[in-house]
Structures are given as structure tokens and as C-alpha cells.
């Protein structure tokens, strides 16, 4: 086998116009590389200069009351991860801009792919479309022939009368193939490991990723080189093995991803907030007084205090009643959106487990889901942003309920060092462990994949002769 | 001609033999009807959630009248309501503005996913508020995107060419027999084009075959002739343009191997790595912005006009809104706070509108430098044509969002004249306000 393979290293070294191609390969890797390192810093800085920008904002309030704070709000910005330069995935169609503030959870706009016209229907020149899909291509390219001129020009005689066998060929010329396409792998991922700034997960992540794609392209190259084998001839081969990657690669991830969303069905817009309207005006309206839930609220509170009238309450009631509001809408929030989250991980599912039938689909969703900017990163970002709003806003509250004001002293302010002791939003992505459990699926597809591809040529090749 | 002829009627023979060039067409044709289904799904899904928010809008409106014909003053549990006050009346006229989609939709969703499509105008709106974020759905499939009609024609439309054309010309250098050809037939270019055309005619009935019945469905060959021509315009030039490329690789090129590769090369080369390397190109010139002054304006600046002292407020309302001048108000030798206050959001929403203008320049700059890419990206050029021409391309979009604004325009100019004019709002009058804040 090693024989074999040496031999094809060889004949594919002799190949100038594959040289050729392999020097500007690896020059466009570096290149976008770089490029995307530089574009993800810059859009880093941006975010960080507007995030200051906010804070200042927040920090230089003078006087005000708590409850006007509220209002006030702040703003949260979407961060992007180090290694997001390799793979953007979700990151330019969703918004990046969250407004925090009282009674309203708002939602996240300003997306990038909002601000223009249209460029491309598979995002930019990153990496990750390269890597997932023109070197593919490159290898089907190199691989296709690889037994079948064997066959057309009788060498494969030869070679078996020379003690090999046809899964020991497929094997050989295979690991040939794909070790060219690890080449071009570790060119990518050693720039990565070099622009990246020293984070012991980032780099975990950079390495499984790496892992990731050597086992898609061992399926790609030992796919084509088996049917290579098994077909008549190289058109039929190179046909068959072009329209399975168009249907791979092109199709069938918009074709599935469209069927997850008609499978397992979002509300609209308008019947989401109209549902959530409804179950919050049913809750304590924080400006509303007659409202029922309020009078309940109020009765309790003078019984605790041992007053009659909120008058005579030793702290401020709206402030209570606002908070009381305020945990009224948080379930409403819970609800509400955490259906559409069930939904969404439901229809994520059902795609994870599309891989079943098509490997790329679970390349892809793992390369988004290791550079941080897959779904479950946005619905992780945003539930944080709600947990943050939540303190935020209960700070507030409570300050305004036991800060020293009577119910009614709308002109109670708060000084200066109250709002800068309220600390800023923090994200940080979650844990390498806890987001492998959401890609099991996947995991187990490629690894799936590729075992019984093997499988199959290990078992059903090894007698059979193609002469 | 006759060789054209001839070689378009051995060319039938030869497909009808060829599986799968039969399986690929096919394919096509699948394709076509599944992008044109998705299109006209959202389409339907746009026209009925519109259709539901006039209903929803009725009600309300329905219930304001029957207010002011019980005599009540607003909702039982909101006191400080008062209808007849034309702040409040206002503030209960639905002022929807909804972007209706085009019957052209199914042949190119283009950016519709990407922004809403409805708003209900208030007094405070803008046309870049929250309330106009997409609808929802799942980001994934968002990036992924959708396969539509458009993306059949310019994504899979190359490919099946490729797998039509790929072995003209080269399966005769594979099987030996090129030079009988050229004995046989006196230019051998003439002959290929012939083969060429023939797949042009399978490919444009192909198309009209599809795409006819869906603008009979959405009434837009009826509705919208001009917009379908320039349509079919557009993507048979497109269809020419590569058959045009494929053609000279055909002639070039010898043996199916290479022209598939070259082909193959070309397709990707043209619709990923081109576009791809354009966007990348365009985010480093033009990073997404944060909208930070839209922010900042609306939060603060908003907020300071409101803090100004009174005075000064009606001076700015007298200055940028002259026709205040003929009002009751102004004649008023004392400040009404009230009618001020009803009034600031005119202020307010001028100097909004300046700074949403601010926004659109900057993404404007961001569109011309995507023009003159498409000297590089030839298919979003046609990608962002087909776009227009269906009414979801960023442009689209744009109007929409000026439409938006002159709503707000109307109802904060309605509410600052009639609160000026002391106007004591009826059923009559709010029936006019309704008038003139809807289509």
C-alpha cells in the first residue's frame, strides 16, 4: 500500500498544472486567511468603540430618577468570536444591536445583509467556503480518474497480479488524494493558529475544526475513488460524482433547510406580538393603577408594612409595582420565546440530522457551530442579553422601590456613582463541552460516514476485481 | 443553415438517448417549480399577514367610532384618555404602511427575508425602528439561504448547461471520431452552435413553461407586463451570456474531461469565488454599522428637544412648520404646555429624519462601491436585477422605508396642526384622520 502511495504522490508532483494550482491554492488560503483576520479585528474595534461609546453614555448620567434610567436604557452589541473570521455563518444576517430597557424586550437589528444590496448567495470569501466548497471540488478532480484510467489502461492487471487487491487500491490512492487535501488544510489552519490570539478554547475549537475536515474530505476522496472503481467509465464518474456534490453542497442544504422550517413552523411576527400583548395585558400594567393585579400587589404590600395607604409606606410603590411588572413579563418573555427557541432547536435537529444523507450539511453546521457563529451562539448571546437586561432592570426598580424615595416622588434622582455601579454586559461564549453536546449529531453523521465507507470498500471491494 | 438545422435535429436524437442529460433537465425543471412554489408561498404568506393587519386595524378604528358615538372619552381603564383631544385621537388612528408584495415575488425573493414589511406609524416611529426587524425566522436557513426561482436561474441554470454542453465537441475528440466530423460537416463551429441552440430553445421553454402559470397565479403578466419582459429580458441574457462562455470553452478546449473542468472551473469561478471575493471586498471598505448617531439621536437629542423650555419649543415649531402661523394657538397670548408638548414630536422627527438620511448616504456609498464590482461579479449584477425587477432588492426596500417616513411626516404635521388649531376631534374627523393615514 505504501508503494501505491508513494507512486501517486509522485504522479501527482510530475503534474505541473497541479503545482501551479497547488502554489495558487495555498497563496488564496493565506490571503483570505489574512484578510478575514484583519476584517474580523476591524469589525471587533468597531463593536468595542460603539459598546464604550454606550457605556460612557450610561456612566456620564449625572442625575436621574431610576425609573426615567430605565427608559433610558442602554444598548448591547453582538460580539464575534477570534476564529469567526473563519466561518460567519449567521453572523451578517443577524442583527447585531440589542436595546435594554424597561416594560419592552426588545429584538436585535441592523443586520449587515440589511445595509445593501445583495453581493453573494454563499457569503463572503472566507476560509470556509473555500474550504468546504472548492477544495472538495479540487479533489473530486484529482480523484476521479484515479481508477478508472487503471481500468481503461489495463493497469490494473498489473497491479493485481503484483498482490494488491481492489480495497487495498482504493485505500491507497485515496489516502494519497486526501493527504493533499490536509495539506491545504494545515496551510489554513496554521495562519489561523498564528493570527489567533492565545486562548487555550478558541485553539481547542481551531483543532476539532481541523479534525472536522479531514474526516469530510476522507469522505469525499475515498467516495469518488470508489466510484471510480465501481463506474465504466471517467464521464460517467466525473458526472456522478459532480452531481452528487452540486446536491450535497448547493442543493440539498437550502432544499432541507427550508423543509426544517415548514416541518416545524414559527408564528409571524405579528401573531407572536400579538399573543405576547395579550398575555402581558393581563399582567400588572406598570402606568396602569386600576389594574387588578395591582390593587392584590398594593394590599399586600400595606399588610406587610402595616400601613393603609402607600402614602404612608416608608419606600416608593411604584417601584414595586414596576418590578412586579417587570417578573409579569419575564414569564411572558419565558413563554413566548422560549417556544420559538423550542421550535428553532427542533428544526435544527431535524437538519443536524439531515447529515444522515448528506455529510456536508454536517460539516457545515459543526464549522458554524466551532467558530462560535451558528445559532445556538445567537440564542445563547440573546438569552444572556435577557439575564443581563433582567438585573439591569431590577436594579433599577429596586432603587426606585427602596432608594429613599415615597411613592409618587417621580423627582427623586439618583447620583452619578449609582449608575456607574452598575456593571457592564459581559458575554462570553459557552463552553467548548457543553456545545458538543448540540453536535453530536453531526459529529456522529461524519464519523458515521466515514466508517461505513470504509466499511464498504474494506468488505465489499477487497475480492472484487475491476479489469 | 441547413447545417444548423441538422445538426439541431441530431442533437434531439442524441438526447433522447442520453439519460442523463434527460435527468438533468429534469432536474431543472423540479428546481424551477420547487423555487417558484417558495416564492409564491411567501408571497401568499406576505398578502394574507397584510390582509391581517387591516383587520386588526379595523377593530381598532371600529372601536374609537363606537366610542365617540357612546360619548366615552377612551378605554374604561385609562382615564387620562381623551379622544376628542386630537393627540390622542391621533394616537388610535391605525397608520399601517405595508410594503405589498410584488405578484413578481415567486421569480426572486431576493432580500425579502431580510427586512419587514409592515409598520404601524406612531408619532415616535422611524423608518429604522425595531418593530421593522424581519420576520421571524431560523438564522441558519437565513444564511443558507433560499432556493427560489432566481437561484435556479442563476446558480443551477450553469450547472445544467454544463451537464448539457460539457461533451459537445469533446465526446467525438474522446471516442476518436472528430476528424470524420470535420470532414463531414463544413465548419465545425457552425455545427456545435447548431447543438447549442438546440439546448437554448429546450432551456428558454423550459423557463416560460414554468414561470407562465405562477404570473397567471399572481396576476402579474396581467398587472405588471413591462416588469415580465424586462424579466425574461434579463435571464436570456443571462442563458446567452453563458452559453456564449461555454461555447468558446467547447471550441477551445478538446476532450470532455477538460472542457468539464474548465467549465466546472468557470461555473464556481462565477457564482461563489467572484461574489464571495466582492463581498469580502466591500465589508473591508464599508464595515456594517453600528447606527450609533440613529441611536444617540433618538435617545438623547429626542429627549433634549422635549426638555427645552417651552417658548423656545413653539419659536422651533413656528420656524420649521410656518403654516402654525394661521393657527389658533398662535395667536394665544400665553403657551398652552399641552399643545406644545402634542407638538414636539414634529421636532423631533426632523431632526430624525436628518439623521436616518445620514444612514441611507453611507449605505448608498456601500451600494456604488457594489456597482462597480459587478464588473468583477457579473452575476450579482443580474442577481441584484432580477431583484429590482420583483421589488425585493435593497432599493425596494429603501422606498418602502421613504414611504414609512412620509406617514410619519403626515401624522406628526396632522398632530401639531389640529392640537394648534384647538380642534375638538369627532367621529367625522377622526373618519378624515383615517383617510389620510392609510392606502
Known sequence: MNTIVVNEWKNLARDKGLLMASIFFAIVLIAVSIISVEEVKQSKDNQQKAQNHMREKWESIDSMNAHSAAHYGTYLYKPISAIGNFDEGVYSVTGKVLRIEGHVQNEIVYSEASQSLLMSKFGKLKSSLILQYIIPLLLIFLAFNSMSNEKESGRVKLLYLQGANTAQLIFSKSIAVWMYGILLLSITFFVQLLWLPPDYDQTQRLLLLFVVFVLYYYIMVIGTIYLSAKLKNNTAVLTMTLAGWMLWTIFLPKILGNTSEKVFQLPSRQAFLTSMQEDRSKGIDGHNPSDKREKELKEKVLKEYNVTDVKDLPINFDGIRMQADEEYGNQVWDKHFGNNYTLLKKQKTFYQLSGIINPFISLQNLSMGLCGTDMHHHIHFLQQAELYRREFIKLLNDRHAFGGSKTGEWEWTEKNEFFRSIKDFEYRNPALGSLLQSYQVDLFCLIGWAALITTIVLFKEKKKEYV | ?439
Open chain 2, 1 to 439: 443553415m441547413s447545417l444548423i438545422a441538422s445538426s439541431i435535429r441530431s442533437e434531439n436524437i442524441h438526447f433522447k438517448r442520453n439519460p442523463y442529460k434527460i435527468g438533468a433537465l429534469l432536474l431543472f425543471f423540479v428546481a424551477a417549480i420547487y423555487g417558484l412554489q417558495n416564492g409564491y408561498t411567501l408571497y401568499q404568506t406576505q398578502t394574507e399577514e397584510i390582509e391581517k393587519i387591516k383587520i386588526k386595524n379595523k377593530k381598532t378604528s371600529d372601536q374609537v367610532i363606537q366610542w365617540f358615538a357612546e360619548g366615552k372619552s377612551g378605554p374604561e381603564n385609562r382615564p387620562w384618555i381623551n379622544i376628542s383631544d386630537p393627540y390622542w385621537s391621533l394616537w388610535y388612528t391605525p397608520s399601517p404602511v405595508c410594503k405589498t408584495p410584488s405578484g413578481l415575488m415567486p421569480l426572486s425573493i431576493g432580500q425579502a427575508e431580510q427586512f419587514g414589511y409592515y409598520k404601524q406609524v406612531s408619532n415616535r416611529s422611524t423608518p429604522y425602528d425595531a418593530d421593522l426587524a424581519e420576520e421571524i425566522a431560523n438564522p441558519e436557513r437565513l444564511a443558507i439561504g433560499t432556493l427560489d426561482f432566481s437561484f435556479v436561474i442563476l446558480f443551477l441554470l450553469p450547472a445544467i448547461l454544463l451537464v448539457l454542453l460539457f461533451n459537445i465537441g469533446g465526446l467525438e475528440k474522446d471516442l476518436g471520431f472528430e476528424h470524420l466530423i470535420y470532414i463531414s460537416v463544413s465548419d465545425h463551429k457552425i455545427w456545435i452552435l447548431g447543438r447549442y441552440l438546440y439546448y437554448l430553445i429546450i432551456i428558454v421553454a423550459t423557463i416560460l413553461f414554468t414561470v407562465l402559470p405562477y404570473s397567471i397565479l399572481t396576476k402579474s403578466m396581467l398587472e405588471h407586463p413591462g416588469k415580465m419582459l424586462h424579466f425574461f429580458l434579463y435571464t436570456f441574457l443571462y442563458v446567452i451570456s453563458w452559453m456564449a462562455i461555454f461555447f468558446i470553452v467547447s471550441v477551445a478546449f478538446s476532450g470532455s474531461k477538460n472542457i468539464s473542468i474548465v467549465m466546472v472551473a468557470l461555473w464556481l469561478t462565477l457564482t461563489v469565488v467572484l461574489p464571495g471575493t466582492s463581498h469580502q471586498l466591500t465589508t473591508l471598505n464599508y464595515p456594517a454599522t453600528y447606527m450609533t448617531d440613529l441611536l444617540d439621536a433618538k435617545r438623547e437629542e429626542a429627549d433634549k428637544i422635549s426638555e427645552l423650555p417651552k417658548e423656545k419649543i413653539k419659536n422651533l415649531l413656528i420656524a420649521s412648520f410656518p403654516e402654525l402661523r394661521n393657527s389658533l394657538h398662535y395667536s394665544d397670548t400665553s403657551i398652552n404646555e399641552e399643545i406644545i408638548n402634542n407638538s414636539v414630536s414634529y421636532l423631533v422627527n426632523n431632526m430624525m429624519k436628518e439623521t436616518a438620511r445620514k444612514i441611507e448616504v453611507l449605505h448608498e456609498e456601500k451600494n456604488s462601491f457594489i456597482k462597480k464590482l459587478y464588473l468583477i461579479n457579473p452575476v450579482g449584477f443580474f442577481q441584484n436585477k432580477l431583484n429590482g425587477i420583483a421589488d425585493t432588492d435593497y432599493y425596494s426596500f429603501q422606498l418602502f422605508r421613504n414611504k414609512i417616513q412620509d406617514r410619519i411626516n403626515k401624522k406628526v404635521s396632522l398632530m401639531a396642526s389640529e392640537s394648534w388649531n384647538k380642534v375638538a376631534v369627532d367621529s367625522v374627523r377622526y373618519q378624515q384622520y383615517l383617510k389620510e393615514l392609510n392606502d
